[in-house]
């Protein structure tokens, strides 16, 4: 096995990495970007905690690394050795053990103190378990519609008996961060006949307990659930992907699925526990977003409907205001085919839904966070050539989104910000403004803002390329919104001049602290004074020059304290609890709206000190529950690691621009689907101390650039960095011309 684990990355993968201290993640059986799981519940909002002490079920459905409550866990399976006195599962729920645990890929086992041995794996559509009972118990089956993770309301469900081996019926729950309840449509196949069944509850009403509970004659017993959001019927053909299948075939089809896109990276780790966090995060970029339509191409749409995907993959559940950093870029750099029907499933979202959307749950709109995500999302997607012949047509979804607000009796919100922002340049912020769901603009009118402008910048990119000169102009200057709300009165920690909120009668917010929570969208001032990549010489001239921008950034990241202890710096002064966004003035390694401020270093022209706080900020993944700092926000922080790791990030949304920093492997090679690879090089690179980039080469050339163009790395390319432990000697990268020009600054 440990060999293995030095070849096989299904066997470096560790998937309880981020089950605990609110990661969000879930351990159990899942295949790519797949529908359906195979996972245990506990008592976690999120579906299971690692200390959680008893397992109430095997759900089929799970959210990886979100924060808000409502993430499934839907068709809760339970295998017992007779009838429980309540068939509460907070009650029936059964102790287990850590002690022989496994957490790959594709599969998952634990022992429950029952003595039932427990075994997942997955296909696409359906989550499957084997049951392996003690000597001598008579096996049974709880199947519970009624309930599912903790905190996730189930307000109506059904079930009944098909034959003796299969049961089906539906499970209507609470969409995610206030939602509206949707209907999943299950099938749950046995692999062999039940002997005797009953219900409780009745077999279909509204909220409480309900379930059905089948008897066998003997054992292992295999179940396989599948899911599907359009009807009955396409549960049942969904369940054809494991149906006749052993669990053995099953599980290893699944792992070998895993195996092809795990190895789209290769490193070189010495140490086991790199690679398994490596592995680990690259894993839980590839979850999601999560196949949405059935094996006969149908799903349903933002309109109701049912519509078909034909030759193509309908993707749903887009956490956009996480994903557009970091994610969403990965993907489309590894695997160019998928990020297309990513992109089309987008589309159709607006053309079915009649907007584009920000935070999309199955088929609804949540209105969840705020800003203006989906616009650098789709750029992004674009740029990295993911919309080849559908380009005007998502443009002019975009420039409608940027330009506009959806009508009051839709369900989207859209950029609720625009009349403010389109007539004064700026968001207001109004706490008393109207919502349509969990988040509104308003609300955060100061980060509101400076997301707008950073995806006005974007689409101006975009537009350019298409030859709409005047709109993007237009859009350019939109750009330099953030400019509004600098207000050079405001004085923090001796630092003069911060982001300061508006309210709709152009006033500053007063009272105002910078540490505050009025404005801005978790997070404060000192985070989101960052948010302005499209236009750093702004941004510089505003904080007094590049020598005080240099030591504003010294002081948020702590970097004299940094550079003497790394680990003990990140953990005492960055990192707070996973939903504690305020009262800070510190980079915060925990959530998305400062993720890309390591590279402000590089944009300023300190290149040296980007690779000493990723080398630093890496500290905080490591090889153990507790190993993903904050929530995993649907793979956003684990694909920030991934970058972070092979040493390049995608900074500013639309250029298509990777910068570049100290890689923590001495090799890493990215196979992309062109058959293309990306060579990684940095001899001598050791993840446990701080190291510099003293020179660097692109394809055998010497680079002085701090960035690379991602058709540079499409084509295949050789990135070649020599590394040092002295800073003195990091010179590379410090020319007046190394970092790439702002998209949207005026000089």
């Given at each position: ?81 007779g009838l429980p006195s309540s ?23 634990v022992r429950l103190a029952s ?69 999943t449509h299950f099938t749950t ?559």
């Open positions: 096995m440990a060999a293995d684990a030095q070849t096989d990355p299904v066997e470096s993968v560790n998937t309880f990495i981020g089950t605990k201290d609110d990661g969000n993640t879930f351990p159990g059986a899942a295949m790519p970007f797949g529908k359906a799981h195979s996972s245990p519940i506990g008592a976690h909002y999120a579906g299971w905690r690692y200390d959680d002490p008893v397992i109430r079920g095997f759900g089929h459905f799970f959210l990886s690394g979100a924060g808000c409550h409502e993430q499934g866990g839907l068709v809760s399976v339970l295998p017992t050795t068939f509460d599962h907070r009650r029936y729920g059964v102790g287990y053990s850590h002690d022989g645990e496994v957490g790959k890929p594709g599969y998952y086992r003595g039932i041995t427990v075994e997942s794996t997955a296909t696409t559509r359906t989550g499957v378990e084997r049951f392996a009972f003690p000597a001598g118990a008579t096996p049974h089956v709880l199947v519970n519609v009624g309930q599912a993770n903790d905190k996730e309301p189930v307000t109506g469900s059904s079930v009944r008996v098909v034959d003796d081996r299969t049961l089906a019926g539906t499970v209507t729950a609470q969409a995610f961060c206030g939602g509206k309840p949707y209907t196949m046995f692999d062999r006949p039940f002997e005797r069944t009953g219900n409780w509850g009745g077999a279909e009403g509204g909220a409480g307990l309900r379930g059905q509970w089948v008897r066998f004659a003997d054992g292992p017993v295999t179940a396989a659930t599948a899911i599907s959001h359009v009807d009955a019927e396409g549960a049942a053909k969904n369940l054809t992907e494991a149906r006749g299948r052993p669990f053995d075939a099953l599980r290893a089809a699944a792992q070998s699925a895993w195996r092809r896109e795990l190895r789209s990276v290769d490193i070189d780790a010495a140490d086991p526990d790199d690679r398994a966090v490596f592995y680990t995060a690259l894993y839980h970029v590839l979850l999601q977003p999560l196949t949405g339509n059935d094996v006969d191409g149908r799903y349903r749409g933002f309109d109701g409907r049912v519509h078909t995907a034909a030759g193509w993959t309908y993707y749903e559940y887009y956490s956009l205001w996480d994903t557009y950093r970091a994610h969403n870029q990965l993907l489309a750099l590894l695997r160019p085919q998928r990020a297309k029907d990513i992109a089309r499933s987008v589309l159709a979202i607006h053309d079915q839904g009649g907007w584009l959307p920000r935070w999309a749950y199955a088929n609804q709109e949540t209105n969840t966070m705020t800003g203006d995500p989906v616009t650098p999302f789709l750029v992004d997607l674009w740029r990295f050539g993911a919309l080849e012949g559908s380009a005007e047509r998502a443009y002019a979804a975009l420039a409608r989104n940027a330009g506009g607000v959806p009508p009051a009796g839709s369900p989207f919100e859209g950029r609720a910000g625009n009349p403010s922002y389109l007539a004064n340049g700026f968001v207001q912020f109004d706490r008393e403004f109207p919502k349509k769901g969990q988040d509104v603009d308003p609300h955060h009118g100061a980060s509101a803002t400076l997301e707008y402008a950073l995806a006005d910048c974007s689409l101006s990119i975009m537009a350019e390329a298409l030859g709409r000169t005047g709109e993007a102009a237009v859009l350019r200057r939109r750009g330099l919104n953030h400019r509004t709300l600098w207000d050079d009165s405001v004085t923090d920690r001796g630092f003069t001049g911060f982001p300061r909120p508006r309210t709709a009668d152009g006033r500053w917010l007063d009272p105002f602290t910078p540490q505050g929570r009025d404005g801005f969208h978790e997070g404060t001032a000192w985070q989101y004074q960052w948010l302005v990549q499209q236009d750093v010489p702004g941004l510089v001239r505003r904080l007094g020059g590049a020598g005080a921008a240099a030591a504003r950034l010294d002081d948020f990241f702590a970097y004299p304290d940094l550079v003497a202890d790394p680990a003990g710096t990140v953990r005492e002064k960055w990192v707070v609890g996973p939903y504690d966004y305020y009262n800070q003035f510190r980079y915060n390694p925990n959530n998305e709206p400062d993720l890309h401020a390591p590279w402000m270093y590089a944009l300023i022209g300190q290149p040296w000190k980007t690779s000493a706080v990723n080398r630093a900020a890496q500290t905080l993944f490591v090889n153990a529950p507790n190993g993903v700092t904050g929530n995993d926000d649907l793979g956003t922080m684990s694909a920030w690691y991934v970058f972070s790791a092979l040493g390049l990030y995608p900074v500013t949304p639309g250029t298509g621009q990777f910068l570049l920093h100290a890689p923590r492997f001495g090799r890493a090679v990215l196979h992309l689907e062109s058959g293309r690879d990306v060579v990684i090089t940095a001899p001598g690179a050791d993840p446990a101390s701080l190291q510099y980039a003293k020179a660097v080469s692109l394809d055998g050339v010497g680079h002085d650039r701090t960035w690379v163009d991602h058709e540079a790395l499409t084509s295949g390319a050789r990135l070649a960095f020599e590394l040092t432990g002295d800073p003195t000697e990091a010179t590379w990268g410090t020319g007046p011309d190394a970092a790439p020009p702002s998209p949207c600054s005026d000089g």
